[in-house]
């Protein structure tokens, strides 16, 4: 597995060693002894699993409130996504900034998303599938998001023609959240 650094402290691209023969391939995809020797020592409880039909379908930008704030792991296993992370961290360097990356069935790559991040992302092309593995169970009553269109974030969605949720479509932008984040590590 390589371990790759970004520009939001804490995220990390993984890209595992992919075996590939005549009948298919075979991949780790977590390995808590591994990920542990890079400091990755969050314990996965959840698994989640999302399908979306069409191409342009967004979901995001969603993070859990404390105490129930989440470290994720996300993997395509069939399509490809736009994937976005915010910083949500009081303190942090970051703090309102976001990173990008392109995640595929095909690439194999994934993230590592510490607590403290909102994440969304927005399907390039239909019938998309992705896993989530996550160190804390869903918690409806502290689930939140910020607006994927903030235009204070301006993401460079790449769909002119957005399908998403009607609670997604609720989410109020960065700058109007009134209470501060502090997230638990």
């Known amino acids: 597995m390589e371990f790759i650094e970004t520009k939001l402290p804490g995220v990390i691209r993984l890209k595992p060693k992919v ?3 005549t009948r298919g ?3 780790d995809y977590h390995h808590e002894e591994v990920f542990a020797k890079a400091g990755i020592t969050a314990r996965f409880v959840q698994d989640s ?3 979306s039909q069409e191409r342009g379908v967004i979901r995001g930008m969603h993070f ?3 105490p129930s704030t989440q470290a994720k792991i996300v993997r395509v296993i069939r ?3 736009f994937d976005v992370v915010l910083d949500l961290r009081v303190g942090s360097p970051t703090f309102g900034k976001w990173a990008s ?3 595929s069935a095909e690439n194999f790559e994934m993230l590592f998303i510490p607590r403290g991040l909102a994440h ?3 399907t390039t092309v239909a019938q998309t599938e992705m896993l989530y593995k996550l160190d804390n169970l869903y918690a409806p009553t502290l689930e939140s998001g910020v607006r994927w269109d903030d235009p204070e974030l301006a993401i460079p969605w790449p769909t002119s023609q957005a399908t998403i949720s009607l609670k997604d479509a609720e989410h109020l932008r960065l700058s109007e959240i009134k209470s501060p984040f502090v997230f638990d590590n």
Do not use: I, T, W
């Open 120 to 122: 969304g992302f927005c």
């Open 101 to 103: 990356f392109e995640l």
């Open 79 to 81: 399509g490809a996504v």
């Open 25 to 27: 391939f075979f991949l």
């Open 64 to 66: 859990q409130l404390p």
């Open 49 to 51: 699993h999302s399908y």
């Open 19 to 21: 075996f590939k023969d």
